[in-house]
């Protein structure tokens, strides 16, 4: 099992989303894929819980899922979400990521 942190305005907002596209029923997919200024960056959708996925997070209406090769780098990771002047949108701290780019959606580990 892989440990991953929702705040509650990330939950809500997750649940907004999925209302929004007709998904209710759908887990929250985390991922991590090459690309970006430092080497990897985070991924998120909307998908099924498949086989050899890793439930990382359940509570309420919201079901967090991540798959065996992204577990690693995930481990540990608060996903929250930021309504401000300065930033909005989805924020993921990961106690992993040796270092971030200034946008913050990218990061080596």
């Known amino acids: 099992m892989v440990h991953v942190e929702v705040t509650p305005s990330a939950q809500e907002q997750v649940l907004k989303i999925m209302q929004k596209q007709g998904k209710p029923e759908a887990a929250l997919r985390l991922y991590v894929q090459g690309g970006g200024c430092s080497g990897l960056t985070y991924g998120m959708t909307f998908d099924k ?14 079901t ?11 481990e540990g990771i608060k996903v929250d ?19 971030t780019c200034s946008c913050g959606k990218s990061f080596s580990a």
């Not at 050899?52 to 997070?57: K, P, T």
């Not at 967090?64 to 995930?74: C, E, F, G, R």
């Not at 979400?81 to 270092?99: D, H, M, Q, T, V």
């Open 64 to 74: 967090v899922v991540v798959d065996k090769a992204s577990a690693p780098l995930l």
């Open 81 to 99: 979400y930021l309504l401000g002047l300065e930033a909005s949108g989805f924020k993921i701290y990961n106690p992993n990521a040796k270092e």
């Open 49 to 62: 819980a498949e086989t050899g996925d890793a439930v990382a997070f359940q509570d309420g209406g919201l």
